[in-house]
């Protein structure tokens, strides 16, 4: 099975961790483990960690009859939560997506001038106010005064992402996307699929008010040169 053909979870948490193998045309996995801590652990045991992945990344590659080249991390805490709102005085002009581009590249620089061992892992828009009104998504091409975009980031510590790219390249393999639980579960509140599911959804950009983070070496594309749905 070639690597385009499947897709590998892990899920990362206080109590347990949970590594999850499946097709991309499935629903259903074909190999999923799981190890329940015997107490809460209040940090990540990395030692844990490489000894469970170690017992079960060669089960999956006999399976598959292959080798994991990218896995997807699912991590429940550990993440630092900052609400920031941007405001940008329009004066009776059209809100475009340049306005945009320059208010959420600011909101960046910020963040990542404030707190700089941390990595920006999620970028969500929470509302857009323009003239004093709520609106769920981008009003584009709309004259206004003001705008103001209330955005919430989910960022990791660094070192955690570099700790955890160390052991995955012991296997040679390659972290494709780290998603937020938290986020997740409180995204798809009361909805019946299960959070592997899920995750693959938010990765291929379910939320229209999530901003794709387009990593640094990415030919040629600017940091906020792709939107998902955020001019619907």
């Known amino acids: 099975m070639s690597n385009s053909e499947f897709e590998t979870y892990l899920y990362i948490s206080s109590e347990k961790f949970i590594i999850l193998s499946k097709r991309n045309t499935d629903k259903e996995h074909f190999f999923k483990e799981k190890f329940m801590f015997d107490k809460f652990k209040k940090n990540l045991d990395l030692e844990l960690l490489n000894q469970f ?3 079960n990344i060669f089960k999956i590659e006999k399976n598959i009859n ?3 080249k990218n896995i997807n991390l699912i991590i429940e805490k550990n993440f630092l939560e900052i609400k ?3 405001k940008k005085d329009n004066y009776d002009k059209i809100i475009d997506k340049k306005i945009l581009n320059y208010s959420l590249g ?3 620089r910020q963040v990542k001038e404030n707190y700089n061992n941390y990595e920006i892992i999620h970028l969500l828009v929470e509302r857009y106010f323009v003239n004093n009104k709520a609106y769920d998504y981008f009003p584009l091409n709309k004259k206004a005064d003001n705008l103001i975009i209330d955005l919430n980031f ?3 510590s ?3 992402i570099k700790d955890l790219e160390q ?3 012991n296997y040679q393999i390659r972290i494709n996307k780290i998603v937020s639980a ?3 579960e409180k995204y798809f509140e009361n909805k019946d699929s299960d959070i592997f599911s899920n995750c693959q959804r938010i990765i291929e950009g379910t939320n229209q008010n999530e901003v794709l983070l387009v990593a640094k070496n990415q030919k040629k594309l600017g940091f906020f040169e792709r939107f998902f749905h955020l001019f619907s």
């Open 106 to 108: 600011d909101a960046k």
């Open 167 to 169: 052991i995955f390249r």
């Open 158 to 160: 660094k070192k955690l």
């Open 53 to 55: 992945l170690s017992e």
């Open 182 to 184: 938290d986020y997740i």
């Open 84 to 86: 920031i709102s941007i």
């Open 66 to 68: 292959g080798f994991i």
């Open 154 to 156: 989910l960022c990791l």
